[in-house]
């Protein structure tokens, strides 16, 4: 996440980042605990890792799963908000990992480029870059910084919102479905339509990924606009 983009998780934001976050994806929890699963089935159960968390600022849902799962892998987790960051430690704390997490305020530019880390996540970062160009730049930075074959997981949102009307239908329904009167509704369909720049399709998400370094990504998690894949790193650079 770039630190333009990050202005939007503000305080009041970050207050209600948890409730919104699971009511926006449906299985917001089963994305996080498979994207654990899907790192340590490409890394091998057991093996020390250091895993770099880009965007990592809210619940550190990603981060508790894989902690738990992984007793011998460390992180370092970057996010440009102040209040987004802090409340990603708090629930690190509460969760009783925090010793295994280094955190940073600021961008993947702030952390040293050498290759170093042996697998990444990136959740819910994506969607909220303008361009492909920066798109391209912050998956270009991740890859920098892993080791060859290294896996990534990436998920966000994906295909123009405005061209899957049932799909957007079926959203502003889940947020009915939790207690949300119309005007909130409306409200939180007017912030998703206006406040995120998904890839156009998932073969737009492979063409990030693949010209950024990564080899061709497989998805393992899909929620309406949602999907998630792991990519990993190509072994060789021609």
Not at 79 to 86: I, R, Y
Not at 164 to 177: E, F, G, K
């Amino acid at each position: 996440m770039t630190e333009d983009s990050a202005s939007k998780f503000d305080a009041s934001r970050a207050g209600e980042y948890a409730r919104q976050s699971r009511i926006a994806l449906a299985g917001y929890d089963a994305c996080h605990e498979l994207s654990a699963c899907m790192l340590s089935a490409a890394l091998g159960e057991g093996q020390p890792a250091r895993v770099l968390v880009v965007g990592a600022g809210g619940t550190a849902g990603e981060i508790i799963a894989a902690a738990r799962l992984e007793p011998e892998w460390s992180f370092v987790a970057v996010d440009p908000s102040p209040p987004m960051l802090e409340l990603a430690r708090t629930h690190l704390v509460d969760a009783g990992v925090s010793d295994r997490v280094g955190t940073v305020l600021g961008t993947v530019a702030n952390i040293d480029p050498a290759p170093s880390f042996h697998a990444a996540i990136m959740i819910g970062v994506l969607h909220h870059l303008p361009g492909d160009a920066v798109k391209r730049d912050i998956l270009a930075q991740i890859a920098m910084r892993l080791l060859p074959g290294a896996p990534l997981v990436i998920a966000g949102n994906y295909r123009a919102y405005a061209s899957q009307p049932l799909l957007m239908a079926a959203w502003a329904t889940r947020w009915r479905m939790n207690d949300a009167g119309p005007d909130e509704i409306q409200s939180k369909m007017s912030k998703i339509l206006q406040g995120a720049e998904p890839p156009r399709s998932e073969e737009a998400v492979i063409a990030l990924l693949t010209g950024a370094g990564f080899e061709t990504p497989l998805r393992f998690f899909s929620s309406l606009f949602w999907g998630a894949w792991l990519a990993r790193r190509i072994s060789t650079v021609t």
